[in-house]
């Protein structure tokens, strides 16, 4: 078969892409930024990449193949703390006019379980989309899902930073909410089982896990599944506002981001019916399992996907690619140039490895002063961390960096600073062979915004030249 694949790049789509292929499929990703898509290694003949962007005004496909089923993986969760419900709305519009040029025959959509007369601003919104997808000529199916556990998924993210920084947690009360969490897996299976299925064609199903918890209890299975012992008191005089707060300090999550989380933890996400289970006899997995599995993954290194990695996770970028060309004029720069002592792999491979659990090689107590400072101030901080411990790809989340350039083959790697800055900044990596010899080029460029954004650099020099000195004499010894 033929699928257009939406949200290719995200949590979901990255996964979802690896088993469809697997399964002998023909695949078309849509993506806004073809350079922070990787086509999997063996499968370059399978992949077609189409470049769209679905939040503008509607524009004619460069393809006109037609498709047998579309997967609708596109969600602005964390765009906006409010009056995302519109650029929804255009978003799987414009999805449906795609659709229907391309002749789909099948749309399948994966939302949240919307079971409650009031519901969040965020739910409600989805069900929004859900009607505009129905309304197109196509059979539609539509999943609607609660929490997510999986490595590197930001539900399970948010427990794990909860349960392994807090022994104590003053919580509020909507840790007593229902929810029926379900493991990725599962949603794979789920996802792949309706496709081309009559029997799910034109109808929507809540897909959950084999149990229901409260979200106290969630953290607390959590605990004990990582050997940790964990208390829990509610107080009733927590408003949403300091709850929203409270995850983003906590947590690796931006405050958009926390706050529609909160929003929507107040209501109960608990399935009405197991009708695909039966339909597609799926053996469904345990919460405790399902952390268990997840962990595997995270300990072996090999999280394919994390919520981090996309852009939604930032809080000031707009547009990755005007970002890539480092500017010149009217920028400050802090450069070094040192010979390598050891192996040009040696110190390519400490270079791709910086960051996260890795550190920034040196004065990383100072990295991490400078990560609380911009937390303080709304920005992401460090807990991102990374999400491989050797490997990096345009795109992905660095820390308060996020990566523009990944090019292992002439040895370059570019970062786009996305820490709460008056001005925009840039650190670039080179290895290149100058008269026989491997030299490493450091570079940190800083575009000032105005008065405060030079003020700033001045303030700043002083340390810039101990870390940045002292980081490019680390990474030279390799």
Request: charged letters at 20%; aromatic letters at 12%; glycine letters at 8%.
């Amino acid at each position: 078969m033929h699928i257009l694949l939406t949200g290719a790049t995200g949590y979901i789509g990255k996964r979802l892409l690896i088993v469809l292929l697997n399964q002998g499929h023909e695949v078309t990703c849509c993506v806004r930024n073809p350079q922070r898509f990787s086509v999997p290694d063996g499968y370059e003949d399978k992949v077609h990449v189409l470049k769209y962007d679905f939040s503008k005004d509607f524009s004619e496909p460069l393809t006109k193949k037609p498709i047998d089923a579309a997967y609708y993986l596109i969600h602005s969760l964390s765009t906006a703390t409010g009056g995302y419900k519109a650029s929804e709305q255009l978003t799987a519009n414009n999805f449906v006019k795609l659709a229907e040029q391309l002749k789909c025959k099948q749309v399948i959509y994966l939302g949240g379980i919307a079971n409650e007369n009031k519901l969040s601003e965020h739910l409600s919104s989805r069900q929004g989309v859900e009607e505009i997808l129905k309304a197109g000529n196509y059979n539609t199916t539509i999943l609607r899902a609660a929490i997510i556990v999986g490595s590197g998924s930001s539900s399970f993210e948010i427990i794990r930073d909860l349960v392994e920084k807090l022994p104590i947690m003053i919580a509020p009360k909507w840790v007593n909410t229902k929810c029926q969490p379900i493991a990725i897996n599962n949603v794979i299976e789920y996802l792949t089982g309706v496709l081309n299925n009559p029997k799910t064609f034109n109808k929507t199903f809540d897909i959950g896990g084999p149990e229901v918890f409260t979200y106290k209890q969630m953290m607390l299975l959590f605990g004990k599944a990582r050997g940790l012992k964990r208390y829990i008191f509610t107080i009733p005089i927590m408003t949403p506002r300091l709850s929203s707060y409270w995850l983003y300090f906590i947590t690796a999550t931006n405050y958009k981001l926390a706050v529609n989380l909160v929003n929507s933890m107040k209501i109960e996400v608990v399935c009405k019916n197991d009708d695909l289970q039966q339909i597609l006899q799926l053996n469904l997995i345990n919460y405790e399992e399902a952390i268990k599995r997840a962990f595997d993954k995270i300990e072996q290194n090999m999280v394919l996907s994390s919520w981090k990695d996309a852009l939604s996770s930032s809080n000031n970028i707009d547009d990755w690619n005007m970002h890539i060309n480092v500017p010149s004029n009217g920028c400050f720069t802090d450069d070094k140039l040192l010979t390598i002592k050891a192996s040009k792999e040696k110190v390519q491979k400490k270079i791709w490895s910086i960051g996260g659990k890795n550190g920034w090689y040196y004065a990383t107590f100072l990295w991490k002063i400078r990560g609380f400072i911009d937390k303080i101030f709304g920005g992401v901080g460090l807990r991102r961390g990374r999400t491989n411990v050797d490997s990096i790809k345009p795109g992905d989340a660095l820390d308060f960096w996020r990566v523009l350039v990944a090019d292992e083959k002439n040895s370059r790697l570019l970062l786009y600073a996305e820490m709460r800055l008056p001005g925009e900044a840039w650190l670039e990596f080179t290895i290149d062979l100058v008269k026989g010899v491997h030299v490493l080029k450091q570079k940190a460029t800083f575009r000032p915004l105005g008065l405060s954004g030079r003020l700033y650099w001045f303030l700043s020099s002083p340390f810039h030249y101990f870390i940045f000195n002292g980081m490019a004499n680390k990474i030279a010894k390799g």
